[in-house]
């Protein structure tokens, strides 16, 4: 998050009032114009955690609240903000993009993995020839934002492959075989994405899925090899959510093609 944003956040949690524009610009010395562009940014950040931005004619902006659980959470995300590699970051931001359902603003990016505009801009470039393999096209629309489209199955491979890349094969495997206790690896890997997917208002059932599939081994009398049983489970849990975003459109595809079927 932009450090304006928290301080925007601060200020209004330590007073328990409405405060103007005016108000907060002043206190934060910035222009009123910088204000009303970085507030948005504060509203979905607090909805996020489940709070209310109030706003009223002529009074200003107040939250509604545990203001003290609020400020908790703020330093929480600040301690734990994810230490990523340039890789994993820009896979992470190709997952964020994926999953939105309307275009974004470079700004939201910026907030979301604390860093400038235009370093996100650097690896926007990156993504962009990633996402061709898949006949993805990132759109650019000057003033509004930006949204990747694309037929629905590349939208869902390409997050699958983004996933894969974020959590690699073996460690996925070590959990699926209930050998995780151990394995710093694993926890290394999967705490990193869950609190990634946690920050983007993102909740996947891993559980829940994982034992859907073994009951559907039971019933069909033979199991997946590790590999597949992976792919098939990370191909469940995406298409399950993007079903639930109601962006999702059956289509009938080719098992000589799809990556399922490929590692099954």
Same mark, same amino acid.
């Given at each position: 998050?932009?450090?304006?944003?928290?301080?925007?956040?601060?200020?209004?949690? %330590? #007073? #328990?009032?409405?405060?103007? *524009?005016? $108000?907060?610009?002043?206190?934060?010395?910035?222009?009123?114009?910088?204000?009303?562009?970085?507030?948005?940014?504060?509203?979905?950040?607090?909805?996020r955690?489940?709070?209310?931005?109030? !706003?009223?004619?002529?009074?200003?902006?107040?939250?509604?609240g545990?203001?003290?659980?609020?400020?908790?959470?703020?330093?929480? $995300?600040?301690?734990?903000h994810?230490?990523?590699?340039?890789?994993?970051?820009?896979?992470m931001?190709?997952?964020?993009?994926?999953?939105?359902?309307?275009?974004? =603003?470079?700004?939201?990016? *910026?907030?979301? @993995?604390?860093?400038?505009?235009?370093?996100? #801009? +650097?690896?926007? *470039?990156?993504?962009?020839?990633?996402?061709?393999?898949?006949?993805?096209?990132? &759109?650019?629309?000057?003033?509004?934002?930006?949204?990747? #489209?694309?037929?629905?199955?590349?939208?869902?491979?390409?997050?699958?492959? *983004?996933?894969?890349?974020?959590?690699?094969?073996?460690?996925?495997?070590? &959990?699926?075989?209930?050998?995780?206790?151990?394995?710093?690896?694993? %926890?290394? !890997?999967?705490?990193?994405? +869950?609190h990634?997917?946690?920050?983007?208002?993102? !909740?996947?059932?891993?559980?829940?899925?994982?034992?859907?599939?073994?009951?559907?081994?039971?019933?069909?009398?033979?199991?997946?090899? &590790?590999?597949?049983?992976?792919?098939?489970?990370?191909?469940?849990i995406?298409?399950? &959510?993007?079903?639930?975003?109601?962006?999702? %459109?059956? =289509?009938? @595809? !080719?098992?000589?093609?799809?990556?399922?079927?490929?590692?099954?």
């Amino acid at each position: 998050m932009q450090e304006r944003i928290e301080k925007i956040i601060y200020y209004l949690c %330590h #007073n #328990n009032r409405y405060c103007t *524009a005016k $108000e907060i610009a002043t206190h934060l010395k910035i222009s009123e114009r910088t204000f009303y562009r970085i507030i948005p940014y504060a509203d979905r950040w607090l909805s996020r955690q489940n709070y209310q931005l109030e !706003s009223k004619t002529n009074q200003g902006y107040q939250i509604k609240g545990d203001k003290k659980e609020i400020l908790l959470k703020l330093k929480d $995300e600040k301690d734990q903000h994810l230490d990523l590699t340039t890789f994993e970051r820009q896979d992470m931001i190709l997952i964020y993009l994926l999953f939105q359902e309307d275009i974004i =603003k470079i700004g939201e990016l *910026a907030t979301v @993995f604390y860093m400038s505009e235009t370093s996100i #801009n +650097n690896d926007l *470039a990156q993504i962009e020839e990633k996402i061709t393999y898949f006949d993805l096209v990132l &759109y650019r629309k000057k003033g509004s934002g930006i949204i990747i #489209n694309g037929e629905e199955l590349a939208i869902r491979s390409c997050i699958i492959e *983004a996933f894969t890349r974020l959590i690699p094969y073996d460690v996925v495997i070590h &959990y699926l075989r209930g050998e995780t206790d151990d394995i710093e690896e694993y %926890h290394f !890997s999967i705490n990193k994405l +869950n609190h990634f997917l946690e920050i983007i208002g993102i !909740s996947l059932d891993w559980e829940k899925e994982k034992q859907e599939i073994k009951n559907l081994e039971q019933k069909l009398g033979y199991y997946f090899s &590790y590999s597949g049983f992976t792919t098939l489970l990370l191909y469940v849990i995406i298409t399950k &959510y993007r079903i639930q975003m109601k962006r999702s %459109h059956w =289509k009938p @595809f !080719s098992k000589e093609l799809h990556p399922v079927y490929l590692q099954l």
